[in-house]
T-cell receptor
Framework: QKEVEQDPGPLSVPEGAIVSLNCTYS??????FMWYRQYSRKGPELLMY????GNKEDGRFTAQVDKSSKYISLFIRDSQPSDSATYLC??????????FGKGTMLLVSP | DAGVTQSPTHLIKTRGQQVTLRCSPK?????VSWYQQALGQGPQFIFQ???????QRGNFPDRFSGHQFPNYSSELNVNALLLGDSALYLC???????????FGEGSWLTVV
């Protein structure tokens, strides 16, 4: 079992839809949880950064962490074609490096 | 404020050759990490440098080596290139090991 599981998609939605992206993990020592957005052939761009369980909102983006279920989510409201990209979840222990999921490709059609 | 910068952006090498990739961290950052991202995969950790020393290393062979300079910039060297080394190589920087990690745009390496 991989440490971080993420459905690679692609996930296709119409413009304006609410998008839900998810990752599960097995390492209970993970404390920091991140979502990165990666456009084709570009480097990952940090979207959301959360510590421990709970919700964090930033504009159209909401990140949720449920440590008891080892499950994290990213919600995108009012999705736009410019949101079309690969979304990578990443997590780490306190003094460790990032462990990534494989990424979910999102396609938002006009 | 410049972010993480990497060079070159693209390069093509032949099997058996050696390659050096370069990275300048985001201003104020002292910790540099390197990741390899194969097509359709998430980035995989190679190693991390702090105070010019390798602090952590992922599951990569000794053909992968690195260096950090006093100005915190870093190099990734790969010897005896294999076709399987073809990937996007990402540099990431942070202020210490517990801070937010930012990535550069990457260097695309194709081995033929």
């Amino acid at each position: 079992q991989k440490e971080v599981e993420q459905d690679p998609g692609p996930l296709s939605v119409p413009e304006g839809a609410i998008v839900s992206l998810n990752c599960t993990y097995s390492n209970s020592a993970f404390q920091y949880f991140m979502w990165y957005r990666q456009y084709s052939r570009k480097g990952p761009e940090l979207l959301m950064y959360t510590y421990s369980s709970g919700n964090k909102e930033d504009g159209r983006f909401t990140a949720q962490v449920d440590k008891s279920s080892k499950y994290i989510s990213l919600f995108i409201r009012d999705s736009q074609p410019s949101d079309s990209a690969t979304y990578l979840c990443a997590m780490r222990e306190r003094y460790s490096t990032l462990t990534f999921g494989k990424g979910t490709m999102l396609l938002v059609s006009p | 404020d410049a972010g993480v910068t990497q060079s070159p952006t693209h390069l093509i090498k032949t099997r058996g050759q050696q390659v050096t990739l370069r990275c300048s961290p985001k201003s104020g950052h002292d910790t540099v990490s390197w990741y390899q991202q194969a097509l359709g995969q998430g980035p995989q950790f190679i190693f991390q440098y702090y105070e010019e020393e390798e602090r952590q290393r992922g599951n990569f062979p000794d053909r992968f080596s690195g260096h950090q300079f006093p100005n915190y910039s870093s190099e990734l060297n790969v010897n005896a290139l294999l076709l399987g080394d073809s990937a996007l190589y990402l540099c990431a920087s942070s202020l210490s090991a517990v801070d937010t990690i930012y990535f550069g745009e990457g260097s695309w390496l194709t081995v033929v």
